[in-house]
């Protein structure tokens, strides 16, 4: 055998010398320790690292109406809401009874109902001797809407101090909303309902059906439906 065929064959065997080195038989590749039917994170969701927060798409609940009348009437009835105001500070129950027609209905924040100019200057005198002997109200007028020239729905918010509390039992509240129905009686408007209630300290949201949603847009639960007989 020549030099150079003995040069070749032990070339040869080296390389596949380095070849069974690098992969033993018997001994495959160890696979990927990813489980099956997962997917990889991408770098930025991988342990440790606080993922983006996406935008909420909730949208914002709404507080106030838009005003939906004419400025002369939106005024008028500013100025009736602070004569209003003021009767109440000066704790002038009689004045605060000429506010409301002789047809007018009442509801306080605590339920209780009156109808009638006469039964609401009542139920405001004892609410004046009462807990609301010493109050102070700032009333704002947060919108109006006219159904007719001669009728407009009203909004206000009421901010109460002074108030004083009752020993036991429930807390009267000083953040109220009230809802009036007014009516035009020749040049002048006046109370021909009112509805007063507690101020909601967290507005419900609406989803994007029209269904009412909490703080944290879950909606409520809902009724199960009737069963057929």
């Not at 009267?172 to 007014?182: C, G, I, W």
């Amino acid at each position: 055998m020549s030099i150079r065929a003995t040069l070749g064959i032990v070339g040869l065997a080296g390389l596949l010398a380095l070849s069974a080195s690098a992969q033993q038989p018997g001994q495959p590749q160890q696979p990927s320790q990813q489980q099956p039917g997962t997917m990889q994170q991408p770098p930025s969701q991988q342990a440790g690292q606080p993922q983006a927060q996406q935008p909420s798409m909730q949208p914002q609940a709404k507080t106030t109406f838009p005003n939906q009348a004419p400025q002369q009437v939106i005024e008028k009835l500013q100025a009736r809401t602070r004569e209003y105001e003021q009767a109440w500070n000066n704790h002038d129950i009689k004045k605060m009874g000429t506010f409301y027609t002789t047809t007018a209905t009442y509801m306080s924040t605590m339920g209780q109902a009156a109808n009638g100019q006469v039964e609401i200057q009542k139920l405001i005198q004892q609410e004046q001797s009462g807990p609301m002997k010493n109050s102070q109200v700032s009333i704002t007028l947060q919108s109006v809407r006219t159904i007719t020239p001669d009728i407009a729905i009203m909004d206000v918010e009421q901010m109460l101090t002074g108030v004083a509390q009752p020993s036991s039992g429930p807390t009267l509240p000083t953040n109220v909303h009230v809802t009036v129905v007014a009516v035009r009686r020749g040049n002048n408007w006046f109370v021909e309902a009112l509805r007063a209630f507690p101020t909601p300290s967290a507005p419900m949201g609406v989803g994007g059906a029209g269904e009412q949603t909490d703080t944290e847009g879950t909606p409520p639960p809902s009724s199960p439906p009737p069963q057929r007989e």
